[in-house]
């Protein structure tokens, strides 16, 4: 069965320094893995997307995310945060036990800026 | 990407009554979802559906609870039927995007049920 698990509920970082989202996933395939961020009172937008090419994936905003199969992990990264980065974040596998492309969302990480 | 907008944005509702959720797309998409994102949550499947087909409901969730249309290719609607406090969620419809599970959201429909 797929699953994702974001190791963190809440992460709070000063304005300026490293980002480190993390995410693990269970899946017994090779499967698509996704970021999306959530801002408050906004939708959802996808960040990156990691489908079997590059293991390093580049996102917008700064951010970026490196496939792991040895770890089976998939953490999200930004060299310096900025105060504009605050919002909830989803790390996402994709469900392939049906013939729809179903996703499956983590519980999410809630990302605070300090100034 | 595809432009994806929601009716009504938010709506306060008394228990026992049903709200039907708009979900309109700016391109013609094969298949929608349908999420619940109850408060502090993530988000979790209701439903697929396919235009011409009867939706398809995640294990939890059923279709006299959740009515769902699929009428054309752009357009569908979630219908929260018979409402109680615990149905106060987001919900929010997405469409496939260009490559394999990618999907892009609606902004979502925030509902309070007093």
């Known amino acids: 069965a797929q699953s994702v698990t974001q190791l963190d509920s809440h992460v709070s970082v000063s304005e300026g320094t490293p980002v480190l989202l993390r995410c693990n996933y269970s899946s017994s395939y090779s499967p698509s893995l996704f970021w999306y961020v959530q801002h408050p009172n906004k939708g959802l937008q996808l960040l990156l997307k990691y489908t079997s090419a590059a293991t390093l994936v580049k996102g917008i905003n700064g951010f970026e995310a490196e496939f792991k199969k040895s770890e089976t992990s998939f953490h999200l990264t930004k060299p310096s945060a900025h105060m504009s980065d605050a919002a909830e974040y989803f790390c996402?596998?994709?469900?392939?036990?049906?013939?729809?492309?179903?996703?499956?969302f983590g519980s999410g990480t809630r990302l605070s800026i300090r100034p | 990407s595809a432009v994806i907008s929601q009716k009504p944005s938010r709506d306060i509702c008394q228990r026992g009554t049903s709200l039907t959720i708009q979900c309109q797309v700016d391109?013609?998409?094969?298949?929608m979802f349908w999420y619940r994102q109850q408060p502090g949550q993530s988000l979790t499947l209701i439903a697929t559906a396919n235009q011409g087909s009867e939706a398809t409901y995640e294990s939890g969730f059923v279709i006299d609870k959740f009515p769902i249309s699929r009428p054309n290719l752009t357009f569908s609607t979630l219908t929260v039927s018979n409402m109680s406090p615990e149905d106060s969620s987001i919900y929010l419809c997405s469409v496939e995007g260009t490559s394999a599970y990618e999907q892009y959201f609606g902004p979502g429909t925030r509902l309070t049920v007093t």
């Open positions: 391109s013609q998409v094969t298949m």
């Open positions: 996402v596998v994709s469900d392939r036990r049906s013939s729809a492309s179903k996703i499956i």
